[in-house]
């Protein structure tokens, strides 16, 4: 499994996402998107409506590249923010057969290489004593 249990945890509080793309032009793209955690498979599922139509599904059809970010504001007294932030690859999946999005249809898939969590675990710790979880995934 490529994540902590700490971000696993976390994953299942949120429901609201960002990812990015490559254009075939290569500007970047944006888009907030759904997403499901996929236990079985340790990557995430992107569903959406008209998914396939959609210009982030084409452009992960076309390069494969991404990067996806989960991220909120856990306490402003003190200020303290939580982020997960997975790069790796995506796949466009026209009939999943083993997704865990919440509709039927088209899908992303990201397929994490590099992980970035911060603020997760130790909410006891000064934020600004707080370090990043920065490893490759396996």
């Known amino acids: 499994m490529p994540f902590t249990q700490d971000e696993v945890d976390y994953l299942a509080t949120q429901r609201l996402g960002r990812l990015a793309t490559v254009q075939p032009n290569g500007t970047l793209q944006v888009s907030p998107v759904g997403f499901s955690y996929n236990a079985d498979l340790g990557v995430i599922d992107i569903s959406g409506y008209?998914?396939?139509?959609?210009?982030?599904?084409?452009?992960?059809?076309?390069?494969?590249?991404?990067?996806?970010?989960?991220?909120?504001?856990?306490?402003?007294?003190?200020?303290?923010?939580?982020?997960?932030?997975?790069?790796?690859?995506?796949?466009?999946?026209e009939a999943p057969a083993d997704s865990a999005a919440g509709m039927a249809g088209p899908i992303i898939r990201v397929h994490p290489q590099r992980i970035i969590s911060f603020g997760l675990d130790k909410?006891?710790?000064?934020?600004?004593?707080?370090?990043?979880?920065?490893?490759?995934?396996?």
Request: charged share 30%; with cysteine; net charge negative.
């Open 123 to 138: 909410a006891d710790v000064d934020p600004h004593l707080a370090t990043p979880n920065i490893r490759d995934a396996t």
């Open 50 to 93: 008209n998914m396939a139509a959609s210009r982030k599904y084409r452009n992960i059809a076309d390069n494969g590249r991404e990067a996806f970010v989960v991220d909120d504001i856990a306490s402003v007294q003190p200020w303290r923010v939580r982020c997960l932030e997975i790069r790796g690859t995506g796949e466009a999946i």
